[in-house]
Every structure is written in structure tokens, then in C-alpha cells.
């Protein structure tokens, strides 16, 4: 018999005619415990020929899902499901709206708080720009920039059938490190670089002539050894800032 399935994302909302995937399961559990697969599909509608009986229907559009449990018996059953959905695009910027270097940025999702006021991870490392599909609520992101400390977070509303765009703003800069014998000087190869809070714990460490390093804004210090002697410089990192730190191979720690 013919079941025919149809989603929507708000209730007046138009037809889903891409993006879903259909999964429907017998309603009585096999030897392994699980309920069994009985037919797939993916696009828009569901259109499917059973045996008369009852089944679990699952639509699944991105992260938001629904269950519900249908009954075959007789020429024709149609059912619409509505997911309650929207979409969320993200966006990584500089404190004067300058889009950061996508292959340099990243996401994280967060669900709501539970009892014991962790938050569930929803998807993770989310491309500035790409569209995640969800369950309409609030949402809790961490906006990354580079692979060190530069992390921003905020709460975001996901709105039923509607597409969310927010920007976050990255307090951070890109910084080349150099070890020069006078300013402006060529970099010297076969450095070793620790970067440090003012407290001395260690931020990050690179080895070579001018490693590249997102950093949050604030104060570090930079050393670097090189030729069985180190040398250090105290710089303040500002937000939006990219640029060259110098240390002066004369400045010995």
C-alpha cells in the first residue's frame, strides 16, 4: 500500500523539496533488539509501497529530526510532518566588520545547559558560510580563529523556517615572529619560539625563521632561542592588528 510523506518546516510553510532524508522501521524490534529498516529515501517527498501494518517514520533535514509512528491500512496514506527548523549561517570578523581568512576560522554548536549545566556539542567545526540545518532554539557558539586563544562565544536564537546569519567578532591578530639583527633585518633561521602570558605560562611554541600565530588581543612576551641563546621582547597584541613582531637578536632574556 502506498505511504506518502511530506515535510514542512513551519506549519503554514511550503513543501520541503530538498535536503530530507526518509527512514522507515518496522514498529517491532528484531532478534539484534533493534527496530529493522524497512525503506529510504532522500530529496523532498517520501513515497514508499508497504504491507499493511504499523511503522516508525523518521525525517531528518541537517541536525532536526522528527518520529512519528503511522498506520498502513488502506489505498492511499499521506502524512506531513513539521519539523520546526531553521537554518544558521556563521560568519568570523574583525572588530571593523573585515571578514577573517575562512580556512583560518571555525565553529562549534552547543545545545541548551543540562542538569548538570554541561552542554551537548551539536556539530563541530562548522565552515564560516556553510548553512546547518537545526531544531529552532538557542543555540551556544565558540567562534575560533587560528588554533590557539583566539575564541569568542555568544548565544544565538535559530528561528522556525527561518535562515539565521550572525557575524562574531574575533578579538584577535596575525602575527609574524622574527628574530632580526637590526629592524627590518632579515629573520634568522633555526629559531625556537615560546610565546608567554605576563604569569609566564606558555601560550604556544613554533620552530622556524617567521612562523605565522593568530593570537587574542593582550600582552605576551616572545622568546627566542637561537644559536644556544635566547632573546625576548614584550609586545601588546591589538585586536584587528595583523603585522610583524621583531625581537632584536641584541634584546638577550
Known amino acids: 500500500m502506498p505511504l506518502y510523506l511530506v ?52 525525517a531528518a533535514y541537517g541536525r532536526a529530526g522528527l518520529t512519528r509512528k503511522v498506520t498502513v491500512d488502506r489505498d492511499v496514506v499521506t502524512e506531513t510532518v513539521v519539523l520546526r527548523a531553521g537554518g544558521l549561517r556563521l560568519e568570523a570578523v574583525s572588530d571593523d566588520d573585515r571578514p577573517l581568512p575562512a580556512a583560518e576560522c571555525s565553529f ?45 562565544r555568544a548565544d544565538i536564537e535559530v528561528h522556525p523556517g527561518k535562515l539565521t546569519d550572525a557575524r562574531l567578532h574575533q578579538k584577535a591578530a596575525e602575527v609574524t615572529l622574527k628574530l632580526v639583527s637590526a629592524p627590518g633585518g632579515e629573520a634568522l633561521a633555526n ?19 617567521f612562523p605565522t600565530v593568530v593570537l587574542a588581543e593582550g ?5 627566542a632561542t637561537n644559536g644556544g641563546k635566547t632573546y625576548s621582547n614584550t609586545v601588546d597584541i591589538e585586536s584587528g592588528r595583523d603585522r610583524d613582531v621583531e625581537v632584536m637578536a641584541s634584546d638577550l632574556k
Not at 563541530?124 to 565558540?142: F, M, Q, S
Not at 600582552?219 to 622568546?223: F, G, L, R
Open 191 to 209: 629559531t625556537q619560539w615560546s610565546v608567554l602570558t605576563p604569569a609566564g605560562d606558555v601560550v604556544t611554541e613554533k620552530v622556524g625563521a
Open 7 to 58: 515535510a514542512k518546516l513551519t506549519d503554514n510553510g511550503k513543501p520541503l523539496s530538498t535536503g530530507l532524508v526518509w527512514r522507515v522501521f518496522g514498529d517491532t524490534p528484531g532478534p539484534d533488539g533493534h527496530l529493522p529498516l524497512v525503506a529510504m529515501s532522500a530529496g523532498g517527498d517520501g513515497e514508499f509501497r508497504l504491507k499493511p501494518g504499523s511503522y516508525l517514520v523518521h
Open 108 to 152: 562549534d554548536i552547543f545545545g541548551g545547559e543540562d542538569a548538570n549545566g554541561e552542554r551537548p556539542l551539536v556539530l563541530g567545526n562548522v565552515k564560516p558560510g556553510a548553512i546547518v540545518r537545526l531544531p529552532a532554539g538557542t543555540y551556544h557558539i565558540e567562534s575560533r580563529y587560528g588554533d590557539i586563544n583566539a575564541v569568542m
Open 219 to 223: 600582552q605576551y612576551d616572545i622568546v
